[in-house]
């Protein structure tokens, strides 16, 4: 996919922020929400509204189709009032851990919070891009859609183009493919120590390692599992990446690694990768193919999180139960388009669903997951009074 600069035209950066008033979820009548036919004003039930802080309201629906009753939570985040930051769980140690969406906002002190990004279920590592107060915490090559939000609050959502790169002593410049995520055979990946103590990578003959310190000093090489220095980092090679790395960074050496966004998301504090797109400038624009999403997520009926925001910068955090025939039966990605739209969203992004959608309000999950008791997940979208 291209560069899409999704800030609305003639927002205003640094003026106060005029948000529409709160819209109570009753009125949803949502009549293009599902294709099963148009929805009538008794159809949609509210559950609850309720003003959380100044600047965040929350509010549950529930709306019947013909599908099946969906059961809606929304928060709307006035980002100049309160920030939202993206959290990672981690292990004891040190490294990429899991949680539950209750346990990640008490651990860092968020008034409300919804699931984040895809992760490896395995290693716990996020899938995507995720930036937590302006460093990169992971990345991977593939280019999804991204949410980010600016130190100014402002709230806008893109493709991530990260650049890591090593620059040597001669100027030569050496692109790293990852951060922090399993090593792949040929390409360099970067570990910090958001990763853990080391890289964990097994030892091989044609893998080479280079630790560099906070003065980019190379002080360590290795065949795997390499110490990650405190404040520094380490790169690894593997397969075709091994004789470049070893003839380039030797022990003495120096080296600068570093690690930039590049376009619109340059000065980016938080970010958070999901995908795909599911609107675009108010419409409906669900961007799956385009973004490699395997079929059951796009296509299928699951539970849903997503966020978004609407033309006034107003954020939009959102989930959808699922599973749940008497309940809520979940909704399609066309159909959390049109449901994010209907709330007022200029741009909004999937996150991930399925039994890792959870809603976290004042410190207790106010949605049903699907699976009875909460998932534990690799990262949380967190609202946060401002400092």
Not at 90 to 105: D, L, N, Y
Not at 309 to 322: I, Q
Request: include cysteine; charged fraction near 15%.
């Amino acid at each position: 996919m291209g560069l899409r600069y999704r800030i609305p035209p003639g927002y205003p950066l640094k003026t106060p922020m005029r948000l529409a008033p709160v819209r109570l979820v009753a009125s949803l009548l949502l009549a293009a929400f599902v294709a099963a036919g148009p929805a009538r004003a008794e159809d949609a039930i509210t559950q609850a509204t309720r003003q959380l802080a100044n600047g965040l309201v929350h509010s549950q629906v529930v709306h019947k189709t013909k599908a099946g009753p969906m059961a809606i939570n929304v928060l709307r985040v006035n980002p100049r009032q309160l920030s939202i930051r993206s959290l990672v769980a981690t292990r004891t140690g040190g490294g990429f851990g899991r949680a539950p969406v209750t346990a990640i906002a008490k651990a860092y002190g968020a008034i409300a919070a919804i699931n984040g990004s895809f992760f490896n279920l395995i290693s716990s590592e996020p899938a995507g891009l995720l930036v937590m107060d302006g460093q990169i915490v992971s990345s991977t090559p593939f280019n999804r859609s991204v949410f980010g939000i600016r130190y100014d609050g402002t709230p806008f959502i893109d493709d991530a183009h990260v650049r890591a790169s090593v620059l040597l002593e001669n100027g030569r410049e050496v692109l790293i493919q990852r951060v922090n995520h399993q090593a792949k055979s040929g390409e360099l990946t970067l570990y910090t120590p958001h990763w853990g103590k080391s890289t964990k990578t097994t030892i091989h003959p044609y893998r080479y390692e280079a630790a560099v310190d906070s003065n980019g000093t190379v002080i360590e090489v290795s065949n795997g599992d390499l110490p990650i220095p405190k404040n520094g980092y380490v790169v690894s090679g593997q397969g075709a990446s091994y004789h470049k790395l070893a003839s380039l960074l030797q022990p003495g050496g120096k080296a600068l690694v570093y690690t930039q966004l590049k376009g619109v998301w340059e000065g980016v504090r938080y970010a958070i990768g999901g995908g795909p797109t599911i609107v675009h400038k108010g419409q409906v624009h669900v961007t799956a193919k385009q973004e490699g999403m395997p079929g059951e997520i796009a296509t299928g009926r699951a539970p849903r999180t997503a966020i978004g925001y609407a033309a006034s910068g107003e954020t939009l955090m959102v989930t959808v139960d699922g599973r749940k025939k008497d309940h809520s039966v979940g909704c399609t990605l066309m159909e959390l388009g049109r449901i994010m739209v209907e709330l007022g969203a200029y741009e909004a992004i999937n996150l991930d669903g399925g039994g890792s959608s959870t809603m976290v309000v004042n410190g207790k999950a106010v949605n049903q997951v699907s699976s009875g008791s909460e998932r534990m997940v690799s990262n949380a979208i967190g609202v946060f009074v401002r400092e």
